[in-house]
């Protein structure tokens, strides 16, 4: 009787985040957001690649994303991930931190899904999370002038038209799509990069 007592504390202990599991998940949400910042800030001068940055980021970012979820294997690796992505990528931006966060939670729910254990759950969470890159562009849906006006003050009227230009009807959608087939492709070249490489060093 003791026996299985420990034993189910034990297991009960092992599903919460450690010290060290917040060190993991803190770590590769550090690189996730050095990376986005770099892709977003670096395509930002181009309007174009600018609306395509949800699928470069889940096309980059995804190996980051699945050696954080597969390495800590706990509830809170991905919610850390998406607290951190909506303090940086959506500050200001009230609507858009809270729908990052929901992303970050459905990613959450897909893990739990496979008992964190599901290899093809940990893969297919990336794409509900990778959501999160719309969020950002809420205040372009539901705010166009304001939105339109900082542009201006930080690029010029000329960039601010030429956004204008891409920022069609129906655009959130275009967006959602664009994320979610980025992340499928960075999801196939994460699976090929932790496969070769990540498990045979004993990353994860």
Not at 88 to 106: P, T
Not at 135 to 138: G, I, N
Not at 163 to 191: H, M, N, P, R
């Given at each position: ?10 297991q ?39 609306i ?10 995804a ?71 719309v969020?950002?562009?809420?205040m ?65």
């Open positions: 009787m003791a026996r299985k007592e420990v034993t189910q504390t034990t009960n202990s092992d599903k919460k985040m450690r010290t060290r599991d917040l060190i993991y998940a803190g770590a590769f949400g550090a690189i996730y957001i050095v990376l986005m910042l770099i892709i977003v800030l670096g395509t930002s001068a181009i309007p174009v690649l600018y395509a940055a949800p699928s470069t980021v889940g096309v980059v970012c190996t980051v994303y699945e050696l954080c979820v597969l390495k800590v294997r706990k509830f809170g690796a991905a919610l850390i991930l998406g607290v951190l992505f909506a303090l940086v990528a959506c500050s200001g931006n009230v609507m858009g931190m809270v729908l990052a966060i929901a992303c970050a939670l459905a990613a959450e729910l897909v893990i739990k899904a496979g008992g964190y254990k599901s290899r093809k759950m940990f893969l297919l969470s990336f794409p509900v999370f990778n959501l999160n890159m969020c950002p562009y809420t372009l849906y539901f705010h166009r002038d304001e939105f339109m006006a900082r542009s201006v003050s930080f690029y010029g009227q000329e960039y601010a038209d030429q956004l204008a230009k891409y920022a069609v009807s129906g655009l959130a959608f275009i967006q959602i799509a664009l994320a979610l087939v980025g992340a499928l492709i960075g999801v196939l070249i994460a699976s090929k990069l932790i496969s070769k490489h990540f498990e045979k060093a004993g990353i994860v």
